[in-house]
């Protein structure tokens, strides 16, 4: 079964604390893994993907494959952090349409 | 316009009515897919268009959703018989392609519906 699995529902932390964001994965073959972001009263937005292996507003994701985990890291947390985080997998290969599925999303609140 | 257009943004409508949901992508976009949102769940994917097709329908609920993009570009998901438990966020995402490099998908900020 195809899978993305977020356990914590909201995870609260410290302005400068770091942040780790958890997720799973359940997919036969090899999936693009994603982290889409919602501020507040803003659309979906993506944060970054596993296949660009860069940082995005001081965000890191790695792909672990034996983990089957795509865990989003920052090592210092920021106010403007605050926002709703869903991580999401597509396929690849022939026949991929591209469609994401996505886990159930973690709130991050990042207290001052 | 320069991102994914959604109307209305907000749709009440009782049970049993006809609704009609409305999405214009970003234009070049080929790719079109619509998503339901429902409280406290992470979106979940419903019909994908490449052009004018429907290349992927498998996440339609039942024979009452239907979605139809006739010229390409816009898209209409239109509910049959609404339910209470239709009641969510609809979103509408597009991107360049399905597959490989240009596949980020940009999405529209939703259609709140409720039924009552």
């Known amino acids: 079964a195809q899978r993305v699995t977020q356990p914590e529902k909201l995870l609260s932390v410290f302005k400068g604390a770091p942040v780790e964001l958890k997720c799973n994965y359940s997919y036969s073959g090899s999936p693009e893994l994603f982290w889409y972001v919602q501020y507040s009263r803003q659309r979906l937005q993506l944060l970054l993907r596993h296949i660009s292996r860069e940082s995005i507003k001081g965000f890191t994701a790695d792909l672990n494959k034996g983990e089957t985990s795509f865990h989003l890291k920052k090592p210092f947390a920021q106010e403007e952090d605050s926002a709703m985080y869903y991580c999401a997998l597509s396929g690849t290969g022939v026949g991929n349409t591209g469609k994401l599925i996505f886990g159930q999303g973690t709130t991050l609140q990042v207290k001052p | 316009g320069a991102g994914v257009s959604q109307t209305p943004s907000n749709k009440v409508t009782e049970k049993g009515k006809y609704v009609e949901l409305r999405c214009d992508p970003i234009?070049?976009?080929?790719?079109l897919y619509w998503y339901r949102q429902s409280l406290g769940q992470g979106p979940e994917f419903l019909i994908y268009?490449?052009?004018?097709?429907?290349?992927?329908d498998s996440g339609l609920p039942n024979d009452r959703f239907f979605a139809v993009r006739p010229e390409g570009s816009v898209s209409t998901l239109k509910i049959q018989r609404t339910e209470r438990g239709d009641s969510a966020v609809y979103l509408c995402?597009?991107?360049?392609?399905?597959?490989?490099?240009?596949?980020?998908?940009?999405f529209g900020q939703g259609t709140r519906l409720t039924v009552v």
């Open positions: 995402a597009s991107s360049l392609t399905p597959r490989g490099w240009g596949t980020e998908a940009f």
């Open positions: 268009f490449q052009g004018t097709g429907a290349a992927d």
């Open positions: 234009s070049g976009h080929t790719a």
